[in-house]
């Protein structure tokens, strides 16, 4: 199966590219292989999420891909800190389409033994193939030109399923999705980004960004007073709705799918615990992921 993904991206270029992305984002860059890819987060000075993306360290560029709408803001963000940097930030985000193949090993071309990030032909074209986990199970998301979408959509095996189906998926797995979820303005170790989490963005030895000293703090405190858990319950509820439990808010919720969704949750939070999502009755589940 395949799904879109509502997209946007960035192209950054220049000599001094993959230094400059690295000391704006939590992760790792410098330390990817060439081709390489990792998730991240940017942050504000107290730590909070501005934007998710997946980034792509390349021999040429650094293809940043983001959530449909996100890479404005990111481009001015990033456009604020060059000073001396010999780096040019390009919008692609009208130039290229994604899809996400749920299983790796169904995609024609790319190497399910092979590296994370890969180029390859498919449909009498080159796509770039980054192994992304969306549904619980490794998968691929494919980045091609949009003048090459039919020939490339034509090349792909299997149904194509619709964004909620991957939703569902990746809910019942325990993922969270950051613009979707609508978990902007929280802290990284509090959604699932932190190290060990089900989509880890964060390396703690990389050296500073913005937002960094509030990492090192929580790393070393290990005090983050939210994590992520899930949410069942029978009525759908927005995403960014407040969770309240006995009149206090303990938290916000996610998307709603497949009956539920990821949250960050007060820690205290018993699995099993009633709670309300903007007055719908919801349950806490502790986000042990199923298939």
């Known amino acids: 199966m395949w799904t879109r993904i509502p997209s946007s991206s960035l192209r950054v270029t220049g000599a001094d590219r993959v230094d400059f992305v690295h000391g704006q984002m939590t992760n790792d860059l410098r330390g990817a292989p060439t081709p ?20 792509y360290r390349r021999a040429d560029d650094v293809y940043l891909h983001l959530d449909a709408g996100q890479a404005p803001a990111l481009a001015a963000r990033l456009k604020r800190y060059v000073i001396f940097d010999q780096v040019e930030i390009q919008d692609l985000s009208e130039e290229l ?10 995609l024609p071309g790319w190497d399910a033994a092979g590296g994370a990030a890969q180029t390859f032909g498919l449909g009498g074209g ?52 950051v613009i979707r ?26 050296g500073c960004y913005v937002g960094q000293e509030i990492m090192a703090r929580l790393e070393a405190r290990g005090n983050a ?9 029978d009525q759908p509820w927005p995403a960014g709705a407040e969770v309240t439990a006995d009149g206090k808010v303990v938290g916000q919720a996610g998307l709603y799918a497949a ?26 589940l502790l986000n042990t992921p199923v298939a």
């Open 259 to 284: 009956g539920g969704s990821v949250a960050r949750l007060r820690k205290e939070l018993a699995g099993g615990a009633a709670v309300q999502v903007g007055g719908v009755p919801a349950r806490v």
């Open 97 to 106: 389409r994604t899809v996400h193949v749920w299983q790796e090993d169904a």
């Open 225 to 233: 007073r939210h994590h992520l858990a899930r949410l069942e319950g």
């Open 181 to 206: 979820d609508a978990l902007t303005g929280t802290l990284p170790p509090e959604i699932g980004l932190d190290v060990g989490g089900p989509l880890p963005a964060i390396s703690y030895r990389k």
């Open 36 to 55: 390489g890819v990792v998730a991240c987060a940017f942050l504000n000075v107290r730590g909070q999420i501005e934007q998710f993306a997946r980034a």
């Open 126 to 177: 080159t796509v770039l193939g980054g192994r992304v986990n969306r549904a619980g199970t490794p998968g691929v998301d494919l980045h091609y030109l949009a003048r090459h979408e039919e020939a490339v959509l034509s090349a792909l095996t299997g149904p194509e399923a619709p964004l909620a189906d991957l939703d569902a998926a990746r809910v019942r797995a325990g993922i969270p999705d």
